[in-house]
């Protein structure tokens, strides 16, 4: 079993990954779901593994950061943000 400590470890290790995605590809996580659920294509195949691995992790959300799996609104959170 876990300990408080260590689930609170973990949470925050999952933030920093999604702010470290954030930084690396400038987009939010939430616009970048958006778009990665309505199926835009990386303008680099090299980014793949990195936004299935973003994708996964936002898709479950984190106490810090809300679930915003089912939260893409269609065309309108693309934001051109694989893109940019």
Do not use: C
Not at 62 to 81: C, H, V
Request: proline share 4%; glycine share 10%; net charge negative.
């Amino acid at each position: 079993m876990m300990t408080l400590r260590e689930i609170l470890s973990d949470i925050h290790a999952l933030e920093e990954d999604l702010l470290d995605f954030e930084r690396k590809y400038g987009v939010r996580s939430e616009t970048f779901y958006a778009a990665y659920v309505i199926g835009e294509e990386p303008e680099d195949d090299t980014w793949m593994l990195d936004f299935g691995e973003w994708a996964s992790i936002t898709a479950h959300g984190s106490p810090g950061r809300p679930n915003t799996g089912m939260k893409s609104s269609g065309s309108k959170g693309k934001d051109r943000a694989l893109q940019d």
